[in-house]
């Protein structure tokens, strides 16, 4: 089945800096989800890419698509406390979601 | 507006005892619905999902069932629970067409087998 590797699995950075997770899959995505759960909270969901090489920004995020259409990443610009939480990728198999394994950032003021 | 619903929030059952978790979905008709496990706060795994009344397809062979007797409604049981079965459950839902499986979570069940 539709596997999806995310790293890294643990992020500390420094309230300001910047943030990176990625997911890759070794076949070609139809499209890629990801989604945030806050500490005791559920996964929301942020954004969906589903063309090759597509770029979205919603305000300090960005998410890119691949234009091999197998790999994904999520950009935090200059972090804040808010941003604390595991972030997962997404992928649709036969109308199933499998979740990459998440990366959990933690912000220090 | 669609709304999930889930509970209970927390639960805590000794071991060989029954399990029943209810989600129930507004809003919205023929829902796709999904239940998920989370351990130690990280991943989730797909468990169950269903497409229709009566139709559940099972992910990984487990001490559990699922069923869902109504259109809106989707049920996680055990008939006796193990240790490894503790985690947060989490039911989902989704529809085809404009939301492309996106999916909407409940706010989750913490179970603890002790």
């Known amino acids: 089945g539709q596997q999806v590797m995310q790293i890294p699995q ?93 990366t959990e950032l933690s912000v220090k003021p | 507006s669609q709304t999930i619903h889930q509970w209970p929030a927390t639960l805590v059952q000794p071991v060989g005892s029954p399990l029943s978790l209810e989600c129930t979905v507004e809003g919205t008709s023929n829902p796709n619905l999904y239940w998920y496990r989370q351990a130690a706060g990280r991943g989730l795994q797909l468990l169950f999902y269903s497409v229709g009344i009566g139709q559940i397809s099972s992910e990984v062979p487990q001490n559990l069932s699922a069923s869902r007797p109504q259109d809106r409604q989707f049920i996680l049981s055990s008939k006796k629970l193990l240790l490894s079965d503790s985690g947060f459950y989490l039911c989902a839902w989704s529809t085809f067409g404009q939301h492309r499986e996106k999916l909407f979570f409940g706010s989750g069940t913490q179970l603890s087998v002790l």
Do not use: M
């Open chain 1, 10 to 102: 643990y992020q500390h950075v420094q309230e300001g800096e910047d943030f990176t997770t990625y997911c890759n899959s070794s076949t070609t995505l139809s499209n890629i989800q990801w989604y945030k759960q806050r500490p005791g909270g559920h996964p929301v969901f942020l954004i969906q890419l589903v063309k090759s090489g597509e770029v979205k920004k919603q305000k300090r995020l960005t998410f890119q698509f691949g234009e091999a259409k197998k790999n994904s990443s999520l950009h935090i610009t200059a972090t804040q406390t808010t941003d604390v939480g595991t972030y997962f990728c997404a992928v649709n198999q036969g109308g199933k979601l499998i979740f990459g394994q998440g």
